[in-house]
């Protein structure tokens, strides 16, 4: 057990819904890190909050978007969705900023139909 | 560019050395990790390597790089059925001002008796 949490496990939606993925890193950890893992595209990363402030953006596509709450608790927010965003989502957590020790999550495993 | 490659499936017979390769583009890399991922759960941080290190070692675990070549390469010794998952191989790559993990495809290592 990482000690990061995610919420939902499952998630299970049509094509043009909006859903929410929640996160809660490890106590102590100040950043967070979204990745999305899919057959086609591999482990990708998403974007990046530290305490509170986004602080990079990797492959995110514009329907997603993501914040991170004063509890350190952070959501993922993806829109319009279509087939092609079912995928295994990840969160992780480090302590600093720069990243190099990232504890992952459980991941929440979305299907679009 | 930034690409890390592995070679996708290995099988070994429990009890015999497992050796798993991943190679990397980014010679800037200072960290490179190893993961582990089980059937429907998330990203283990196995072990990772600093860059100006050659080996480590960590139980039944011993990682080699050779930074001339890019390679790295994770030794489980006496592998056992418990060590069946899929093996991640990740350099932090440094682009835009920040640190991100690049994700190579996975390795899945399948050990019989």
């Known amino acids: 057990d990482s000690g990061v949490t995610q919420t939902p496990k499952h998630l299970i939606t049509a094509t043009g819904q909006r859903v929410t993925l929640r996160c809660s890193p490890r106590s102590g950890d100040l950043s967070v890190y979204w990745y999305q893992q899919s057959l086609d595209q591999g482990l990708q990363f998403l974007i990046q909050y530290y305490n509170g402030e986004e602080r990079a953006k990797g492959n995110i596509l514009e329907r997603f978007s993501a914040q991170q709450f004063p509890d350190l608790h952070s959501e993922l927010n993806l829109s319009s969705l279509e087939l092609g965003d079912s995928a295994l989502y990840f969160c992780?957590?480090?302590?600093?900023?720069?990243?190099?020790?990232?504890?992952f999550g459980p991941g929440t495993r979305l299907t679009v139909t | 560019g930034e690409d890390v490659e592995q070679s996708l499936f290995l099988s070994v017979r429990e009890g015999d050395s497992s050796v798993i390769n991943c190679t990397y583009t980014?010679?800037?890399?200072?960290?490179l990790y190893w993961y582990k991922q089980e059937p429907g759960a998330g990203l283990q941080l196995l072990t990772y390597i600093f860059s100006n290190m050659d080996m480590k070692q960590d139980q039944r675990l011993t990682v080699l790089l050779n930074k001339k070549d890019k390679h790295l390469s994770l030794r489980i010794a006496d592998t056992q059925t418990g060590d069946s998952a899929i093996y991640f191989c990740?350099?932090?790559?440094?682009?835009?001002?920040?640190?991100?993990?690049?994700f190579g495809a996975g390795t899945r290592l399948a050990v019989h008796p």
């Open positions: 980014d010679s800037s890399s200072t960290y």
């Open positions: 992780a957590s480090s302590v600093r900023d720069r990243g190099f020790e990232q504890y």
């Open positions: 990740a350099e932090i790559g440094f682009s835009g001002g920040y640190n991100k993990l690049i």
